[in-house]
């Protein structure tokens, strides 16, 4: 990660500067330390995991329950899993075209004071602890949504994911526009960030071609742009993967794997340990500690995909001198 | 596809000061028109007003009258994008849209009007590109991106893509002054060539330019720092080089000063 060992030039030719020596050892050291720290964390995790995974009796991968603190251990992944999946990239496709959308409107739309204003609105609102969207979800959003939802189950029904015979106010919509709300404000924030510094060269030429503002926008700034909203969406992505309190409130905690987002389905890995993790005995904490891992694979396959999405288009990336 | 401009009276501003004043002068048709004069006089700021591209930047303003031909620019219900899409501008520092591959960025500014179909654009792209004496060099690449070429050859791609929509008047801002001699060359010519198409104005700091390329040279000045910018003689190019009839004119292209 990062560069290490000296340039070649600077041993014959260039006398090294005096304070380089000290902060090379400094960096190297605080480098070898992080990542000693994080293998030791590595190791006391997967030791805790493994004897619980062993004394399952049931399949990680596909059992439906969890019963981790039974004397005869059942439980999987599987549900979990895919309500974490599901409940955070329903949250990004909810909140990342909004967050564009406002990212766009402050950084070329909103005139001067009005774009500083929102600006740091918008950066207040990113710093709020998930605790208080959490609290707001239950409180507001759960009974609001209820009429909402049985309009999309009562017109949308024949479309899969609005389906079921039973409409609820804690479903995985809600928990998904709850996680949404809660990651719009970041992506916006670093989207925003980023169309600020589209180069204003590649603007004048898209407006000197007779572009209208949002086709400049889509000449200029989005190209340019794509990279860092891809990040700050994955950003938002492992928030939202990762995301406890908020979705622990909503959730109903079911162990079922179903796509009827407004039934009473949703659970998350990250819900389930906080749900869990208190009255858990020694297996059971073992047990949550895998699903733990499991979170963390997911999220690292996810950030692995987004960056092979950003270099796919290295080549374009290189902008004019 | 060509056409005269009138210019009345224009001063333009920056957020309340005013950056050139009094500005008029007729920009002929089928002609290149050179701008020279001191940095800071002005030149840019009064190109970019003949296109509209003077408001894009915050708080700036422009006063007086342009007309191309019967048509007011300023006019009430004239649309500042329609006006760009008739006057088209080159930019001092080659700005291709780092991410399209050459052959979209020269059909970039089609794309905005019109539906075209592939081989209507594969025709007209050839023909921008042949025009801006880039074709050679590109047609085995055309799916490259713009931002793998060379400087002299990303400025004459920024040419083909303002010709590819066939604008009126081509507004160019020092066109040359990132590029080495070879491509300056290429460039002069290219101009040479294309006033018989467009009505060509060409700001520049290469006196040698100016004389080479240009029919008209308008010469501009500001009496001293923080001042507006004026106009202080325009003529023909061989006049302005030989017998300007104003003193500042002379000192200047002399190298007196500036
Ligand atoms: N974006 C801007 N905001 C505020 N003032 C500006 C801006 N651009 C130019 N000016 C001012 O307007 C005046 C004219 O500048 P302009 O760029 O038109 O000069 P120029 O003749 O093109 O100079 P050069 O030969 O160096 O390009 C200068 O005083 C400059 O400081
Ligand atoms: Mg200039």
Known sequence: MREGGSAPLSRSAFRRSRGDGPFRYASTGAGILLLVIMA????????????????????????????????????????????????????????????IGVALF?????????????????????????????????????????????????????????????VVGRSMLVGSLVLAIMILPIIAAISREVFLQAPKMQEEAALALG??????????????GRPGVISAAMLGLGR????????????????????????????????????????????GRGALIASG???????LLVNMAARWVISRRKEYARVAA | MAKQIEVTDVDAYYSGHKAIEGISMTIDARAVTAFIG?????????????NRMHE???????????????????????????????????????????????????????????????SELDGIVEESLKGANLWNEVKDRLPKPGSGLSGGQQQRLCIARAIAVRPQVLLMDEPCSALDPISTLAIE??????????????????????????????????????????????????????????KATEDYITGRFG
């Open chain 1, 211 to 224: 572009a209208t503002r949002w086709e400049m926008i889509r000449m200029a700034v989005l190209p340019f």
């Open chain 1, 240 to 283: 939202a993967m990762g995301e406890t309190i908020a979705v622990a409130l909503i959730f109903p905690a079911t162990f079922t794997i179903s796509y009827e987002i407004l039934s009473a389905n949703g659970n998350s890995i990250a819900a389930n340990i906080a749900n869990g993790f208190g009255e858990a005995n020694d297996i």
């Open chain 1, 40 to 99: 030791a964390i590595a190791v006391f995790l997967i030791a805790r995991a493994i004897p619980a995974l062993q004394a399952n009796t049931a399949s990680f991968l596909t059992e439906l329950t969890w019963n981790a603190n039974a004397s005869e251990p059942k439980f999987g992944i599987g549900a979990l899993a895919f309500g974490t999946v599901l409940s955070s990239f329903l949250a990004l496709i909810i909140a990342t075209p909004i967050a």
């Open chain 1, 106 to 166: 402050i950084s070329h739309y909103a005139p001067r004071r009005l774009a500083s204003f929102l600006g740091y609105i918008i950066d207040l609102l990113a710093a709020v602890p998930s605790v208080v969207y959490g609290l707001w979800g239950i409180i507001f959003l759960v009974p609001f949504m209820r009429g909402p939802s049985q309009f999309l189950n009562d017109y949308f029904g024949w479309i899969p994911i609005f389906g079921g015979d039973q």
């Open chain 1, 293 to 299: 891992l499991v979170l963390f694979v997911i999220t």
């Open chain 2, 38 to 50: 001191p940095s800071g006089c002005g030149k840019s700021t009064f190109l970019r007003t003949l």
């Open chain 2, 189 to 246: 010519d290219l101009i040479a060539k294309l006033k018989q198409e467009f009505t060509i104005v060409i700001v520049t700091h290469n006196m040698q330019q100016a004389a080479r390329v240009s029919d008209k040279t308008a010469f501009f000045n500001l009496a001293a720092q923080g001042q507006p910018g004026k106009l202080i003689e325009m003529d023909d190019t061989t006049k302005i080089f030989t017998s300007p009839s104003q």
């Open chain 2, 56 to 118: 894009v930047i915050p708080g700036a303003t422009v006063t007086g009258k342009i007309r191309m031909e019967e048509q007011d620019l300023y006019g009430a219900d004239v649309d500042p994008v329609s006006v760009r899409r008739t006057i088209g501008m080159v930019f001092q520092r080659p700005n291709p849209f780092p991410t399209m591959s050459i052959y979209d960025n020269v059909a970039a500014g089609l794309r905005l009007n019109h539906r075209y179909s592939k």
